[in-house]
């Protein structure tokens, strides 16, 4: 997640840039910078920290005399490379003739930086954006739109990126695959952006860029080309959303956005760590590969939500990697007297990498001489200076104080580390590895479809069930986290009292809350106990309480026993529950909104803990 924005016109641009930036900071804000260019000259300006600091850096030094009318500008969210001046966009070629800004991952940057390198090119940075600026400028012969065009072909990942020429003044190219971009048309000027607040303030005219598409931009005139280069017509769209409603992306709330945001959350999480076919890779600057061998147990410490992706991960890595797993909540963990040694894994998941008792846990476990693993969210956060190895979910910054789209990330983060660790171990063969590996790599495309239509689905669920005072959420196997994070959802942002069981307790005391009024919801996907998880359905049912089922597409075995069912995309049965925390989330936000309460602002709550 990086925020970019493109400018060419008639107006001062290092202006319009940075109020453009200020409304694409919620995108990142570990480094920011623009390049903007007036007569034969880029002025290139790049700050570690938020936009204040840009503004600092930009504040010392000589502006561009007259002003330039043209420019690029991001905010950076890291991903490939430490947080660090260097690696800030814009990145440049040696000779900075060619300026790009790219928010996502090019795959294949490490072959092409090879290449680039054998031909003579010297990189100054660690980013896949450099490789992009290199390549421009090693076939650049004068024409910007034609050089970005081949380039784009030789790209493999998602990404969005735009380029600026110092040879062609008046022109801007952006070019987009997966990752957003839109286009702003003015009189006399043109915008290019990964979100239209970007430019509202200037224009409420935009066109939108698909898949594989270039973009020419010039004052106010704007080309769009599709990957053949024939030139497409596209309609203009008007913008009616007023500001706020559009830097929550048109929802009406942040929490309703980043459930929808999750597909690109797992997509930036999960795809460039499964390029091979049957196997993921880890291995980065901040994560050693070398931590996983010869472990003897895996341990997660971590606190509410991300407590229930650590529990995940048992599931998977026992039955994967056939390892020992403990998980327990950072809060106890720390003031046990845990029995961890050198020969222990211990993952610390936060998705602030703040909370203060995920930290004490991770430095108990260090202190003993476990190998400490920060899974976290936030770059440059305090869990990962207080490990040996960091693991980060690519979520982009979340907003709302629930936590949705780190979750979900957190639980692909946990089964790439489960089924790396079953290939360091021989556990699972080469053909069931590549199972999960597509299984995972298709995803994003699941929540997609699962989305298509789900907030009526779930909204008519929440119309009959809105105003119960009292919620069980069941579940088996990998169920069971997903229950308790349904059930922590519906608590934290619409104050309604839940439960959440292994369905297998439930004769064992949670039965006697049952009568007609209580909303039981039941995670059923598939699993190799779905046929116990129905028969707990039957028992909640004669007890008249009114089940709500996630189930698996084309399974109807709870159907004739349930009052709803909401069928998530079919895949491996560890990760179908990823898909069924999506409609969880969603009825918590559903019913927390016919409650009149704000979902993004729960009361008493804070978005990140770091008090104990
Ligand atoms: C629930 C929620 C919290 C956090 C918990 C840990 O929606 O957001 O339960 O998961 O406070 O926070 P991090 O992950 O930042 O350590």
Request: proline share 4%; glycine share 8%.
């Amino acid at each position: 997640m990086c925020g970019i924005i493109g400018y060419v016109g008639a107006r001062p641009a290092e202006e319009i840039l940075l109020a453009g930036l200020r409304k694409l900071e919620y995108r990142g804000y570990d480094s920011a910078g623009l390049s903007v260019l007036a007569d034969g000259t880029i002025r290139a300006v790049r700050a570690v920290g938020n936009l204040d600091h840009l503004e600092a850096a930009l504040a010392q030094e000589d502006a561009l005399v007259p002003p330039a009318t043209i420019g690029i500008a991001h905010t950076r969210w890291a991903t490939h490379g430490a947080v660090s001046e260097q690696n800030a966009h814009p990145l440049c070629d040696a000779e900075g003739r060619i300026h790009v800004v790219v928010n996502g991952i090019v795959e294949n940057y490490v072959g092409l930086r090879d290449r680039l390198t054998a031909a003579g090119a010297t990189f100054s940075s660690q980013t896949d954006a450099e490789v992009i600026a290199q390549l421009i400028a090693s076939e650049y012969d004068g024409d910007l739109a034609a050089t970005v065009q081949h380039a784009l072909g030789q790209l493999d990942g998602f990404f969005a990126f735009v380029a600026m020429a110092l040879d062609e003044p008046d022109v801007l190219v952006g070019a987009r695959r997966e990752c957003p971009l839109v286009i702003g048309r003015g009189t006399d000027e043109s915008f290019v952006a990964s979100a239209v607040p970007a430019f509202l303030a200037h224009t409420r005219s935009t066109q939108l860029i698909e898949n594989g598409e270039i973009v020419v931009l010039r004052a106010g005139e704007v080309e769009i080309r599709d990957a053949n280069g024939a030139p497409v017509e596209r309609e203009l769209l008007e913008i009616t959303w007023d500001a706020d409603t559009a830097e929550k992306g048109g929802y009406e709330t942040f929490m309703l956005k980043e459930i929808h945001d999750q597909a690109d959350a797992l997509a930036e999480t999960i795809n460039d760590r499964t390029v091979r076919r049957d196997g993921v890779d880890l291995a980065e600057e901040c994560f050693d590969e070398s931590l996983l061998e010869g472990i003897e147990r895996v341990v997660f410490v971590a606190c509410g939500t991300a407590y229930h992706a650590g529990l995940m991960g048992r599931y998977a890595i026992e039955e994967w990697a056939e390892l020992p797993v403990e998980v327990d909540v950072a809060s106890e963990y720390r003031y046990r007297n845990p029995l961890v040694g050198p020969r222990d894994l211990v993952v610390g998941i936060s998705q602030s990498g703040e909370t203060a008792d995920t930290l004490g846990a991770m430095r108990v476990a260090r202190e003993r001489g476990a190998r400490v693993v920060a899974l976290t969210n936030v770059m440059g956060s305090q869990a990962t200076r207080e490990c040996d190895g960091v693991l980060y979910t690519r979520a982009g910054l979340e907003i709302g104080v629930a936590a949705t789209k780190t979750f979900v990330a957190q639980l692909a983060v946990v089964y790439l580390l489960a089924l790396r660790l079953a290939e360091l171990r021989g556990t699972l063969s080469a053909e069931r590895r590549a199972e999960l590996v597509a299984a995972l790599r298709r995803l994003p495309q699941n929540v997609e479809e699962l989305l298509d239509g789900l907030d009526e689905q779930v909204d008519q669920i929440s119309q009959w069930c809105w105003q119960a005072n009292f919620f069980l959420y069941i579940g088996r196997h990998a169920g069971v986290p997903i229950a308790l994070e349904g059930a922590l959802k519906l608590k934290e942002i619409s104050y309604i009292s839940t439960d959440a069981y292994a369905a297998g307790e439930m004769k064992h005391g949670p039965i006697a809350m049952l009568d007609e009024h209580t909303p039981v919801v039941a995670v059923a996907t598939t699993s190799p106990v779905l046929t116990k998880v129905v028969n707990n359905i039957q028992e909640v049912a004669a007890r008249g309480a009114k089940v709500i089922a996630m189930t698996t597409a084309g399974d109807h075995t709870v159907d004739a026993h349930v009052k709803a069912t909401v069928p998530v995309p079919a895949s491996d049965p560890m990760l179908e529950p990823l898909l069924a925390v999506i409609p969880l989330q969603l009825l918590a936000y559903k019913i927390a909104m016919r409650r009149g309460l704000n979902p993004d602002q729960p009361r008493n709550l804070a978005k990140t803990v770091t008090v104990e």
